[in-house]
């Protein structure tokens, strides 16, 4: 998986290809956002109803079509044929569906329509449909956008200093520690980020997106969070009749293997894209919005770029301009490369690879010796200094 994209690394002043390690430029740069919005070609920032709901219907369609094939066929399959058709339905379902889901972040960030009651209207349905309390995440979300790389203030994926790392980390700092938690993050850190924030900014007291009175809320946004989770109250409540109706392990295999996989997926892009040695953060004396919306990286996920509509390979982008429709992501992307420069960071490392790497060697931050208080601080991995 990866590398089989259309990406590239940048290169360097002196035009030789940047490492993908290479640091890139933690000092405020030379260019403006208003200059990035100038590279972009001004038809990128017009959304289209029409050709939302054309890359929505046709996920769908997929989604509907391959259910009917396991739902109509799979029963009477000889078992050793059993074995391999399941397989490949959890793959369908859960890359389509995790595509799904990231048409339902679309519309969270407006990007799905010009309409904002389209876009909450259709964001509601999707993401409950997959558990997902839609506004509740949409808030914390946005919070996350607003305040991406900054030490104090990011609402998740925010790393440890070395002094604050837990005791049991120097016992999983070994081949078989690290495929323990990697397996144990991919399965359950979706789940438990929104239910106890694990993960996320920490708060005085305890925080759960599915609590309107939670301290990521305010009073204002209280009847927003009870819409979200009447929708998902909703979906579960179908799920229990379709469980009384088919069976539990119908349910699990028909939908509880692949949302597992879109949950994987949902862990596995956001952890790749703000998990990279090359790549800074900062304290409250130097991080700025155009800083730490640099801050993270491309990946290449190769033929699930486009799967999962090109939130993989146009993240950069995204986290400049979240409103950009996933169709206009990559000529914006391209547009802008020039101009970012060796700000621009893509890494294009087959993704488990990359995942191994980068879990291996980014462990805690701290600044460099003889950064003279400058409020940078870079992944480090090394325990026993």
């Not at 070994?174 to 694990?198: D, S």
């Not at 509880?256 to 790749?272: A, D, E, M, R």
């Amino acid at each position: 998986m990866g590398a089989g994209g259309n990406m590239s690394s940048p290169a360097t002043k002196n035009g030789e290809k940047k490492s993908h390690l290479q640091r890139v430029p933690s000092a405020k740069p030379p260019f403006t956002l208003g200059d990035v919005k100038k590279a972009i070609p001004p038809h990128c920032f017009q959304r289209s109803l029409i050709r939302s709901f054309y890359y929505l219907i046709k996920d769908l369609i997929i989604i509907s079509i391959t259910y009917y094939i396991a739902a109509t066929y799979f029963p009477s399959l000889p078992y050793p044929l059993t074995y391999l058709a399941w397989p490949a339905y959890w793959v369908i379902q859960g890359c389509v569906g995790t595509g799904i889901w990231v048409i339902g972040h679309e519309c969270g960030h407006h990007g799905f329509s010009d309409y904002q009651w389209v876009d909450d209207t259709v964001g509601l349905i999707l993401h409950s449909a997959q558990l997902t309390p839609f506004f509740s995440w949409k808030i914390s979300h946005r919070r996350h956008h607003a305040n991406t790389g900054s030490l104090e203030n990011d609402e998740v994926y925010i790393p440890r200093f070395k002094s604050k790392l837990r005791w049991y980390y120097q016992y999983l700092d070994n081949p078989v520690g690290r495929v323990g938690v990697l397996a144990f993050t991919l399965l359950f850190a979706w789940p438990l980020y929104l239910v106890f924030n694990i993960s996320g900014k920490k708060y005085e007291r305890f925080t759960c997106h599915y609590d309107p009175n939670s301290p990521l809320y305010s009073e204002r946004e209280r009847l927003q969070i009870l819409i979200s989770d009447a929708g998902v109250f909703a979906a579960t409540y179908v799920l229990y009749r379709v469980a009384l109706a088919k069976g539990f392990t119908w349910l699990v295999c028909i939908y509880g293997v692949p949302l597992l996989i879109v949950n994987g997926f949902i862990v596995l892009i956001t952890l790749l894209h703000h998990t990279h040695a090359s790549l800074p953060h900062y304290d409250s004396t130097e991080w700025d919005y155009l800083r730490g919306a640099l801050a993270t990286v491309d990946r290449d996920y190769g033929v699930l770029n486009k799967v999962f509509h090109n939130v993989t390979d146009t993240h950069v982008l995204h986290h400049i301009f979240s409103y950009i429709s996933h169709y206009h992501a990559m000529e914006a992307t391209n547009a802008i490369k020039p101009l970012l420069g060796e700000y621009y960071q893509v890494d294009d490392t087959p993704i488990l690879k990359a995942l191994w790497r980068d879990t291996k060697e980014c462990i805690y931050v701290e600044k460099d010796e003889g950064s003279q208080g400058r409020g940078v601080y870079w992944y480090k991995y090394k325990l026993d200094d």
